[in-house]
């Protein structure tokens, strides 16, 4: 079948270009998550911290972040960026354009949109900590900082696996807006091998079987994690009658 | 700053407002409603029920919903059954279908932030009331969902306000909304920021009062968790 | 834009490469098609070495104007609204557009058929135009939003029928394969290409029109500031139409010749 | 109707891993009843409790609720219940103070005790509430009633949780450590209470280490041991001559501290 | 160092929104000082403890530990530590034992014991396991040590908590009815295991309903009542002649009950 053909590895296939745009899609969304998980703990901590002026600003911080679209978010930070780079460059000397990679800006900001939802949920695990236990290490005299380390931060992984899961379906899925930079990742690989073949559906499919093996392959991930860090709990009571 | 461009650019703008609105209201409604029933499927024990449950999740959490509209807008079409079929008449309607799509992509999303709301809540007090004779939707109504709903509140308060910024596909099957006259108006006049500036502010004024109504829900629903010890601040 | 002086020995060139036959990209990842081709010359002749890169139609009018790349060559109409934007050189292709339907649908083969016609811009009381409006009327069109196509269909068939917005022509090719519209209005060249790919169940309706009503045609996007680019390309431009070099390349991609004429 | 048999525990096994908890235990309890489970940390007294009432499923045994067995299916080794409806019915019919109170903390004292009467009963609100005042009232935290769990001290929540559990009249009462939270005043009150149920046909099992409770209260001491009744009897028989060493043993400072 | 005072409040007052729990309490412990803590349920026992290690903000008053004030700063009509680090610094050399005991859930028991001796007070990782292995051995549950709390019954949990706390080897004790989830034996376990260390000069403030630990193990008991300190006196004095109508009904079921 030519549409076989098409997807394959032979000198007419597209196969080849797919999985370095998958890899590149996931190689994007990881670096995004984890610039993501340091803004969003700073964030979450300035939330939780009582502050009135670092309430106010992680408030602003998720609601713009939030709530503005995240395509704009992109444009703002790849031509913004470039437009920031290049007054540095001249004012250094250099004479020309100085563009921002586009895997670099794409990555920050996909990873600043990232850390908005990461914030709140790291605040949420927080939040679910039991009060008692949080007591119980301010009583032997645990100071902040160890608190943080040693009681909160395992607790909150745990109950944070879930809600990241999520925050890295989101940004694996922003990413494919990265496409307007230019970038090869998976959504505009797609999109020019479906324009330049003309084989819509063939490449649109072939594009969500790769997401959905990303997703299926990061699922296993978030889950073995899951169960790792739940060994402590009891049986959930909802299974049983 | 062309202060005149800017203003006729917002009019036009808050134009396609109501038809952001109507395809966020009706996805959001739709999409919970499924994803109470997925949610149910997922946990209700069953392994047939479990893994379509598990098998939807997956599918509609784990693809670009670009993809997903695409597919249901020119896809289903390509089949002469459903062409010739009762559905077509609805699903002939671009408005139909973009609200479908979103719906069946939020209810997957929701569908986990719920359950993630029921792992929440403490075995005890389940099994306090299972002790009095509650189970199944009476256990539900009573305990486990008020209880869920109030952890899973923060996560499904982000969900509707993505939601309202995934409306901006619908551009893709011919409903033409906010962002979707945003990005024509940018191919005619070629100012991209300051008409995306527009887009932008609309978006967070829209999402800002979403945001606030789920915070005040979230207080109103805490009375139960104020006053914490003040061990949490010292 | 950067307003350093610059000697231009080399240059950036952008296309989208996937808007086939214009610009494509091959399984093997390199660009071809009949706009990478004519670049090659084009650069030759003006003594520029250029490097071609891909990138989204979406951003590349703001990304030619934040410097990222210092030509677009994208099938780009020269437009009024564009010329506030961005500078361009003479058009290198000019191209007929016409109304397509399904095959088997009552449409086909409607009246002026195989026929060329010619128009202005805002020329109204065309014949062969009132005789189309009788025949549409009540219809679905589909057209491509913002482009020159969609004016004329508003300004002309906008009163008759019911006229349908797609972000991208393909989109609007699937919808007119399911039935839920009628006709499509587009770049005739588009078109031909369009109906391979759709097993040929959609064909030409109603004359081809061609003319001033398009604009000049289809021109390289520079920054208005690099007049001395602007002046090097156009030299080059001039010399491929001259010598047929467009021609040959335009009847090798498109099977038909596209050159812009007086 | 006194000697009706309310419940009967027939061989009762349970493991947790291989870790074997209770290891065959069977038990009668007429209207009327108030028995004391007494027993050593670790010995299953909890477990027992919520194996009656099917919180936790036993692997075998048979348990009878006023009459009725509980029916049970055995399928890939595992055993769960056949009717969810039957347990529910059971279930209302047996109440359960938990050791570990469970309140729901998103209600209020008051909500907490009117939840199962209004919704599992389905009684009319306005006796519910007034039944639900009476017996807050009765357990000394009227006051309280507006407040929400977390505010409350550890003995308030306590008489919470009695209060709620005996709102539903249930004809059977578990009680797992009813009055560790309280001072010895309180005690005294809701031993009273106790024996006011016990006097008006209620049957109780209650975990207790209040030897006074298990000495004057109750009719019967069942002692457990590692999985199984090491030795049962009437409170005198057991509290004096009768009494096994392991028993002695246990109840030590008791005997010999005041 | 006998006579030495560790502990020394004056004045406490607390309240919870318009509710005024503590009204002005004031007491001194020296070295060796057992003193236990007596009081209806919700005299404010609990709160009282939780504002001497500063898990709640004392609105007046002021709390000596070692010699050392604990310094506040009054702002907005709100109080609190003026510097976290001697917060910190107190809080290590004053063990607490909560009356819902507070395991961490996510650590092991043996996990729970070592946390505070490693990583607060930095001691060598095998000599706080060792330690830890002998102090759990004391209260009985070695074999648990590698279990997750929630895998453990009442009394178990209860146990751990006070291991866990004495691991930090401080120099007071806060302990808030240690025993209640105990049974008979255990308890005896327990009290034995507090005499020892009050004889190692370990000072203790012992909430508690078991009258029998306030007459025979400790030196001074304290009845509290509505925020107020009753009554306080050698418990010989207490329990005989001296005390108050108050105290004797409060003791009333222990004194006739058995
Ligand atoms: N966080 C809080 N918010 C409001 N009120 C509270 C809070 N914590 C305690 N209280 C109230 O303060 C009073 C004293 O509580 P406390 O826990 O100190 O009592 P207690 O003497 O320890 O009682 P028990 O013996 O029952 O444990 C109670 O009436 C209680 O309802
Ligand atoms: N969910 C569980 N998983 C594993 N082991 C458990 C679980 N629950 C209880 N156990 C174990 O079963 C044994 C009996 O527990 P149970 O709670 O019945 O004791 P108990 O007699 O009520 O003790 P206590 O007087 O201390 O409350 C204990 O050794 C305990 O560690
Ligand atoms: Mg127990
Ligand atoms: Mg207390």
Request: hydrophobic share 45%.
């Amino acid at each position: 079948m030519a549409s076989l053909e098409l997807l394959g590895f032979g000198s007419t296939g597209w196969g080849a270009l797919l999985i370095a745009a998958a890899l590149m899609t996931l190689a994007v969304t990881a670096t995004a998550l984890a610039i993501g998980a340091v803004l969003g703990a700073i964030i979450a901590a300035a939330k939780l911290s009582g502050n009135l002026i670092l309430v106010t600003l992680g408030n602003v911080y998720t609601t713009v972040f939030r709530g503005v679209p995240e395509l704009l978010i992109i444009y703002l930070i790849y031509f913004g960026g470039s437009s920031a780079v290049t007054a540095i460059g001249q004012a250094m000397g250099y004479e020309g354009f100085l563009g921002l990679p586009s895997f670099i800006a794409g990555a920050l900001a996909v990873g600043i949109i990232s850390g908005a939802y990461q914030a709140e949920v790291f605040r949420g695990a927080f939040l679910a900590i039991s009060k008692g236990e949080l007591e119980a290490a301010s009583a032997i005299g645990m100071h902040r900082g160890m608190r943080l380390r040693r009681i909160i931060m395992p607790q909150v992984f745990r109950l944070a696996i879930p809600g990241l899961g999520n925050v890295w379906q989101l940004s694996l899925k922003d990413s494919a807006l990265i496409s307007v930079t230019g970038l090869a990742e998976l959504m505009r690989t797609s999109q020019v091998a479906a324009g330049s073949t003309r084989q819509y559906f063939l490449f649109f499919i072939a594009g969500g079987c790769l997401y959905l093996l990303l997703t299926s392959l990061s699922d296993r991930i978030f889950n073995g994690a899951e169960r790792r860090a739940n060994r402590s709990m009891p049986a959930s009571a909802m299974g049983q009658t | 700053m062309d202060f005149t461009f800017i203003a006729s650019t917002m009019l036009t703008l808050l134009k396609a407002v109501p038809t952001t609105l109507i395809l966020f209201s009706l996805s959001i409604v739709t999409g919970g409603l499924l994803a109470l029933v997925i949610v149910w499927m997922r946990t209700s024990g069953n392994p047939v029920l479990t893994s379509i449950a598990k098998g939807y999740i997956f599918i509609f959490r784990g693809s670009p919903l670009l993809i997903q509209m695409f597919l249901v807008f020119y896809g289903l079409g390509q089949f002469g059954f459903i062409r010739y079929s009762f559905l077509w008449p609805f699903l002939r309607e671009p408005m139909v279908c973009a609200v479908l799509s979103l719906a069946l992509c939020t209810a997957g999303y929701t569908a986990e932030i719920f359950r993630g709301g029921i792992r929440a809540v403490s075995p005890k007090e389940i099994e306090a009331a299972r002790s009095i004779g509650m189970s199944g939707f009476l256990l539900v109504r009573r305990i486990l969902a008020p209880i869920a709903f109030r952890h899973a509140l923060p996560a499904y308060s982000t969900e509707i306000v993505l939601m309202m910024k995934s409306t901006a596909l619908a551009s893709l099957v011919t409903v033409w909304e906010v962002t979707g006259v945003a990005q024509r108006l940018i191919s005619q006049t070629y100012r991209t920021m300051e008409v995306f500036l527009c887009a932008a502010i609309i978006y967070l004024v829209l999402n800002f009062i979403i945001l606030q109504g789920m915070a005040l829900l979230e207080y109103s629903l805490s009375r139960h968790r104020r006053a914490a010890p003040q061990a949490l601040k010292a | 834009a950067p307003a350093f002086s610059k000697d231009w020995t080399k240059a950036t060139i952008t296309l989208e490469g996937a808007y086939a036959p214009w610009n494509l990209t091959n399984a093997d990842g390199t660009l071809g098609g009949f706009e990478p081709e004519l670049a090659k010359v084009l650069c030759e002749r003006a003594k520029i070495e250029c490097t071609l890169v891909a990138s989204d139609w979406d951003g590349m009018i703001p990304a030619l104007n934040a410097g990222k790349f210092d030509v677009i060559m994208d099938a780009l109409s020269i437009t009024e609204e564009r010329k506030q934007v961005i500078g361009f050189t003479i058009p290198y292709a000019a191209t007929p557009a016409a109304f397509a339907t399904a095959k088997d649908s009552p449409l086909a083969n409607a009246a002026g058929t195989g026929a060329t016609i010619k128009m202005t811009p805002g020329q109204t009381g065309v014949t062969e135009i009132d005789a189309l409006k009788a025949a549409f009327k009540g219809k679905t069109i589909g057209i491509q939003a913002a482009t020159v196509y969609a004016k004329f269909v508003y300004d002309n068939f906008g009163d008759i029928a019911e006229i349908r917005e797609y972000k991208t022509g393909a989109d609007r090719d699937l919808d007119l394969q399911n039935g839920r519209i009628d006709l499509g209005f587009d770049d005739a060249v588009y078109f031909a290409n369009a109906f391979k790919a759709a097993n040929d169940t959609l064909a030409f309706t109603g004359p081809e029109i061609v003319g001033s009503i398009w604009g000049e045609g289809e021109g390289l996007g520079i920054r208005k500031a690099d007049t001395d680019l602007r002046d090097k390309f156009n030299e080059a431009i001039k010399s491929t139409l001259a010598d047929g070099t467009v021609k040959n390349l335009s009847m090798k991609w498109f099977k038909v010749d596209v050159s812009p004429q007086e | 109707m006194p000697g009706v048999t309310r419940l009967s525990v027939r061989n009762i096994r349970k493991s947790f891993g291989t870790h074997e908890v209770l290891r065959g235990i069977s038990l009668d309890a007429e209207d009327g009843d108030v028995i004391s489970l007494l027993g050593a940390s670790g010995s299953g007294k909890s477990t027992f409790l919520r194996c009656i009432n099917m919180l936790e499923t036993a692997s075998d045994g048979e348990i009878w609720v006023d009459g009725e067995e509980i029916r049970m299916v055995h399928k890939n080794g595992r055993s769960k219940p056949a009717s969810q409806k039957q347990v529910d019915h059971i279930r209302s019919e047996l109440g359960m103070v938990f050791q570990s109170f469970n309140l729901w903390s998103h209600m209020t004292i008051l909500q907490n005790v009117i939840e199962g009467p209004i919704h599992v009963l389905k009684r009319p609100r306005a006796d519910c509430i007034a039944e639900a005042e009476a017996l807050l009232e009765k357990v000394g935290i009227a006051d309280k009633r507006h407040a929400y769990p977390a505010h409350l001290s550890g003995g308030q929540q306590q008489r919470a949780a009695i209060a709620r559990a005996l709102a539903m009249k249930p004809k059977v009462m578990l009680f797992d450590e009813p009055t560790s939270a309280l001072d010895p005043e309180l005690v005294g009150e809701v031993l009273r209470v106790m024996r006011a149920l016990a006097e008006e046909g209620m049957t109780m099992l209650v975990v207790t280490h209040e030897m006074s409770f298990a000495r004057n209260v109750s009719n019967r001491v069942v002692f457990m041991r590692e999985g199984l009744i090491e030795s049962s009897g009437k409170p005198d028989d057991m509290f004096t001559g009768g009494a096994t060493p392991a028993f002695r043993q246990f109840i030590g400072h008791f005997g010999s501290g005041q």
